[in-house]
């Protein structure tokens, strides 16, 4: 690691890449000589070993937080939402500024910030975007972005491996699920929100911070990643087939118009089963039920354009591409 001595009118960030991400050992030269160009100085650092734990990342970005004279301004994280997940704790701590380079699958915090999915591109972005305050989700105490989920997607993470995910994209997700959907069982889950118990037959539940999940779907049609609520469903269909006319409206967000789709917005609930479950957080499995849900509004700053401007992101490829459009 280089670290130089700070120039006048410059940032410093420090620049984390994941090498296991989907697009972790891209070339990245042009988007770090467009930062350079853009007065944003970088300190780059190897991404903590996997046997090093979340722990060694925290303590990193900790370290140069607090490095005095030669503190960073902010933290470029190269990766997708699992990546993000792992940064987030100790960016929210510290109040250093996020930007996001999209390197992995699915990339679906990016996409609903209105990142760009060109990582040249992204780095132009950083340049002249205004930190904004995005909130984060908690379950268990574990932080989330996107989404977090309690039944087939959770199943669904669990199957989806590394190797799956490079080879085949966000097309993986789609393959994975359809071989897992037939096995599928639905599963009683009690939901404690807004002073109600529900008790529920559900295939999934779903708890969105952000609008996007699993490669470009929705968790409701009005949701942002700042609006200080979380957006709940659960999936109570009797038939495989009943998902499968779902589909397009999971990918617009209007799940909730179904009768056979429990949807409401909170800041807190807590879903109970009567065996533990694994509960999904960005593609990652991290606790079990019970599971409590809460928000904690304002928690990150990310650089991003304003929440006017952000919309579906195009550029980024979804399950509903067609193959051309897949991830490479």
């Known amino acids: 690691m280089t670290v130089s001595e700070p120039i006048p009118g410059h940032r410093r960030a420090l620049l984390l890449i994941n090498p296991r991400a989907r697009q972790g050992s891209a070339p990245l030269a042009a988007a770090r000589a467009q930062l350079q160009a853009g007065a944003i100085d970088v300190v780059e650092a190897p991404w903590p070993d996997r046997a090093a734990g979340s722990h060694a990342l925290a303590d990193l970005i900790r370290r140069h937080a607090r490095a005095a004279d030669r503190a960073v301004d902010l933290v470029i994280v190269g990766g997708g939402d699992g990546t993000l997940n792992a940064v987030a704790p100790a960016l929210s701590d510290t109040g250093l500024p996020l930007g996001v380079l999209p390197l992995g699958t699915a990339n679906d915090f990016a996409r609903t910030l209105g990142i760009p999915a060109d990582p040249v591109a992204a780095a132009r972005l950083l340049i002249t975007a205004e930190p904004r305050p995005v909130d984060l989700g908690e379950v268990n105490g574990h932080p989330f972005l996107n989404v977090a989920s309690i039944g087939f997607s959770a199943d669904l993470a669990r199957a989806l491996t590394t190797e799956a995910k490079r080879r085949f994209g966000v097309l993986g997700y789609g393959i994975v699920a359809a071989r897992l959907l037939w096995q599928s069982r639905l599963f009683t889950a009690f939901i404690e929100h807004d002073e109600t118990v529900e008790t529920v037959r559900t295939l999934q539940v779903s708890v969105g911070n952000g609008r996007y999940y699993g490669g470009g779907m929705a968790v409701a049609e009005t949701a942002t990643a700042d609006d200080g609520h979380l957006d709940f469903y659960s999936l109570e269909v009797d038939h495989w087939w009943r998902l499968l006319a779902l589909l397009p409206s999971l990918r617009r967000g209007t799940q909730g118009q179904w009768n056979d789709v429990r949807a409401f917005r909170t800041t807190e609930v807590v879903v109970r089963t009567s ?38 992101a195009p550029a980024f490829p979804s399950l509903w591409s067609s193959p051309s459009q897949g991830a490479s």
């Open 275 to 312: 065996r533990p479950r694994p509960v999904n957080t960005d593609g990652e499995l991290v606790t079990f039920t019970p599971a409590h849900f809460k928000i904690r509004p304002g928690a990150l700053r990310v650089l991003a354009p304003p929440p006017t401007a952000v919309g579906v």
